[in-house]
């Protein structure tokens, strides 16, 4: 993402390493795949609107 003053903003995950990617195949009513991967639409939301108060 990229925030209003032109830098490219992320979360980082629990290494500490940016997230550059978030997974959106994986529906917020379903939490995990059949691999063990979890959503991601949902933190995504929360990061653009905090963007967007920012």
Do not use: W
């Amino acid at each position: 993402m990229v925030d209003k003053e032109g830098y490219l903003r992320s979360r980082k995950d629990e290494f500490g390493n940016p997230i550059v990617y978030y997974r959106g195949a994986i529906l917020e009513q379903e939490k995990t795949n059949d691999h063990g991967e979890t959503e991601e639409i949902g933190i995504l939301r929360t990061d653009i609107k905090k963007l967007l108060q920012e």
